[in-house]
């Protein structure tokens, strides 16, 4: 079965500086990569997914994830972080024939003025 | 297009109570899905129905029951309510379920509290 680490809790960060989420998967068969945003209060909502193709993968709102197929790794980035950042972070994990998500453990970003 | 709605969006039980959680969508997706989050836990899936009439086991069920009532509504169902089950509970969708990595919408969540 697939599992999902997301290797920080909680990343404290100032405003306009850059962050870096971590996410390392496992799994012997493909997969597809997926981040979640929740904001306060809130469901789930989609940042981006890799599929196939180009590892670089660009979502919304400024965010970018690179796949590393060796490194089993699927990193979120942003270079200029804004206040309205804050939320946790999610990253999930599908098999290619599958049909159910597993999902990180998640990764708290606290954006500071 | 409210997307996926829950209700309600609090509630409060005693030990051995029952509710029963309500989820709609409205963009004709085929696959539904019951998750629980707890903290430093993600979200774990509890049942799905990947089309109408069909449901499924996820990882953490015991406790729990559902009704894919018809193509739009996906309920859950706790007959006998315990403090364990005290956590946020999130409906989704996806227009279907098998492969081809189709995206989650997530409803807003219940916020369920087992005394």
């Known amino acids: 079965a697939q599992s999902v680490t997301q290797l920080d809790s909680q990343v404290p960060v100032f405003e306009e500086a850059p962050v870096e989420l971590r996410c390392n998967y496992s799994s012997s068969v493909s997969v597809y990569l997926f981040w979640y945003v929740q904001y306060p209060n809130q469901g789930l909502q989609l940042l981006l997914k890799?599929?196939?193709?180009?590892?670089l993968v660009k979502g919304i709102n400024g965010f970018e994830a690179e796949f590393n197929k060796s490194q089993t790794s699927f990193h979120l980035r942003k270079p200029s972080v804004h206040i309205s950042d804050t939320a946790e972070y999610f990253c999930?994990?599908?098999?290619?024939?599958?049909?159910?998500?597993?999902f990180g453990g998640g990764t708290r970003v606290l954006v500071k003025p | 297009n409210a997307g996926v709605t829950q209700t309600p969006k609090f509630q409060v039980l005693k030990t051995g109570q029952s509710m029963t959680l309500q989820c709609a969508q409205d963009?004709?997706?085929?696959?539904m899905y019951w998750y629980r989050q707890d903290p430093g836990m993600g979200l774990r899936l509890i049942y799905y129905s990947a089309s109408e009439g069909t449901t499924d086991k996820g990882e953490v069920p015991n406790g729990y029951n559902v009704s894919r009532l018809n193509k739009r509504e996906f309920s859950l169902r706790l007959e006998s309510a315990a403090p364990s089950q005290t956590s946020v509970y999130f409906c989704?969708?996806?227009?279907?379920?098998?492969?081809?990595?189709?995206?989650?919408?997530f409803g807003p969540g219940t916020r369920l509290t087992v005394l």
């Open positions: 989704a969708s996806s227009e279907r379920g098998q492969g081809a990595a189709n995206e989650q919408f």
């Open positions: 999930a994990v599908i098999l290619a024939a599958g049909n159910k998500l597993t």
């Open positions: 963009m004709n997706h085929n696959s």
């Open positions: 890799y599929l196939s193709g180009s590892t």
